[in-house]
């Protein structure tokens, strides 16, 4: 079992930067990709960034490369998305996800957290 809490969300004008946080918990967390997803309203859940717990491959998507990155602090067992230079359509519910690395579906998920960014 894997345990996700999500942080850092929040209203902020184009230009902007937040920084988002995922607190994981669990056993063998060295074992799993950490992954953010994103949902706009009316929109399907979008793939945003993820990154192994115990190297360092990341992936991100184009809509956000150049843009955001995602690192984490393994002493606080806690992943990171920093967006700079954040757009409206960047608008969205920000979840925090965790597969095995073994997998490619993510079966752990956070409750979530609103990031807005107004014109």
């Known amino acids: 079992q894997v345990q996700l809490v999500e942080s850092g969300g929040g209203s902020v004008q184009a230009g902007d930067a937040l920084k988002l946080s995922c607190l994981a918990s669990?056993?063998?967390?060295?074992?799993?990709?950490i992954g953010w997803y994103r949902q706009a309203p009316g929109k399907e859940r979008e793939f945003v960034a993820q990154?192994?717990?115990?190297?360092?491959?990341?992936f991100l998507s184009d809509s956000v490369k150049g843009r955001f990155t995602i690192a984490r602090d393994n002493a606080k067992n806690t992943v990171y998305l920093q967006m700079n230079s954040l757009k409206p359509e960047d608008t969205a519910v920000y979840y925090c996800?965790?597969?095995?690395?073994?997998?490619?579906?993510?079966?752990?998920w956070g409750q979530g957290t609103q990031v807005t960014v107004s014109s």
């Open positions: 669990g056993r063998t967390l060295s074992r799993y990709v």
């Open positions: 996800a965790a597969r095995y690395s073994d997998s490619t579906l993510y079966n752990y």
């Open positions: 990154i192994t717990w115990s190297g360092l491959t990341t």
